[in-house]
């Protein structure tokens, strides 16, 4: 995985093939779209194999957030004006999208140096272990559940990751394509 890309290969088949079917394209025709065999789409999918670095770049390329419509914006809209802290990432890419002003008082850097960069290499040892349990949790179902878990404090130059509680989900755009929400779980009451 390069940090241009941040694409886990454990991410990579269950998005394609949760894409493919919420966009009702047959392996066949994807196949013919990629330049591959249609049991080469079902290896990667199934994860028995991956695919090489210029199948990689096609796919994704197709699977990235775009979030161009007019909802997609208003969804760009509420995160960068929510009172809490939150912020919007590819779910492939893990690209920046938003980020509510309460999130980019962690950072370090302008918003504008993190906007559109993959926030993966800034991923904790928690992080980092959810993202390789997704699958399991059932992330990739078309009615995929919020996950929450727990991460630890991490630095880094360009921004602090809290000890918090964090919830993830996985929300449509316009396209087909999905992107993260990322929200600190609220502390229960005592």
């Known amino acids: 995985m390069t940090i241009d890309t941040a694409v886990l290969q454990s991410s990579l088949g269950p998005s394609l093939r949760r894409w493919r079917v919420l966009n009702r394209v ?15 789409i079902s290896r990667w999918e199934s ?13 994704t390329r197709l699977l990235r957030a775009r979030p161009e419509t007019a909802s997609d914006r208003a969804l760009l809209d509420l995160v960068t004006q929510a009172s809490t802290p939150v912020h919007l990432v590819c779910d492939l890419t893990h690209r920046l999208l938003a980020a509510s002003p309460k999130r980019v008082r962690l950072w370090h850097v302008p918003v504008s140096e993190l906007m559109d960069r993959p926030l993966w290499q800034f991923a904790s040892e928690s992080i980092r272990r959810i993202e390789h349990q997704l699958e399991d949790k059932g ?31 996985r929300l449509a755009l316009s396209d087909g394509r999905f992107a993260r929400l990322v929200r600190d779980e609220p502390k229960a009451p005592a």
């Open 47 to 59: 994860g028995r194999s991956e695919p090489d670095d210029r199948a990689r770049r096609k796919i």
């Open 26 to 40: 047959k392996q066949h025709a994807l196949a013919e779209d990629l330049g591959v065999s249609q049991s080469r």
């Open 139 to 169: 992330w990739f179902e078309p009615c995929g559940v919020d996950i929450v878990y727990r991460t630890e404090r991490a630095e880094f130059t360009e921004l602090t990751i809290p000890e918090s509680d964090i919830r993830i989900s």
